[in-house]
């Protein structure tokens, strides 16, 4: 049988995304700039509905979320290098749930309670506002990069999935654990 050889792909046709990626490439990103285009908005141009002691409990479970979803992301990790794809699935989902909850946590708090300040006079400002800096912008990359390394997975398409998430764990890891960090520090500087 004769063997064909296919002619290689111009520039444009392997870099344009097919119908289906770009529907979900659009998908992510819709939600992605609505998400933070919210998060702005509450933190940067509203004024927050309640006094200090409004929700004070949020800060403390939304930490509690954080450091579930690092929990669950690192045991995602250790999952598919065993090769155990159920459970790598299950942890994974459960990572997203846990973030997906710290986000709802985060923005119902700040809506009312505005956000909270780092005393000047503190020693360890300085530190506490790299590591805010850090996991803010951080956080940014990593939310769009998130909901589409899910779609890879939840549409088959494991190659490309393994790929993203090598991008993605680190950043998804590093945001959760700051986000505990940040938590702590800023409660240590309150008492």
């Not at 509203?46 to 509690?64: E, G, I, K, Q, Y």
């Not at 300085?126 to 939840?154: D, R």
């Not at 991008?167 to 890891?173: R, V």
């Amino acid at each position: 049988m004769p063997q064909t050889v296919e002619a290689p792909l111009s520039q444009t046709t392997r870099t344009a995304l097919p119908a289906n990626d770009r529907a979900h490439a659009l998908g992510t990103a819709v939600v992605a700039v609505a998400g933070l285009g919210l998060l702005g908005w509450i933190l940067l141009l509203r004024n927050p509905a309640a006094d200090a002691s409004t929700l004070a409990f949020m800060p403390a479970v939304n930490a509690a979320f954080n450091a579930l979803s690092a929990t669950f992301v690192s045991l995602g990790l250790l999952a598919i290098r065993q090769r155990k794809v159920n459970r790598h699935r299950a942890l994974m989902l459960s990572a997203l749930g846990a973030s997906a909850l710290f986000l709802v946590g985060y923005l119902v708090y700040h809506y009312v309670h505005g956000d909270t300040r780092f005393p000047e006079a503190n020693p360890l400002r300085g530190l506490y506002l790299a590591v805010l800096g850090s996991h803010v912008v951080l956080s940014i990359a990593a939310f769009p990069m998130v909901l589409w390394t899910f779609s890879l997975a939840l549409r088959g398409q494991y190659p490309r999935h393994k790929k993203w998430a090598r991008f993605t764990y680190p950043l998804w890891l590093y945001v959760s654990i700051t986000g505990v960090v940040v938590f702590a520090m800023l409660r240590s500087a309150f008492r």
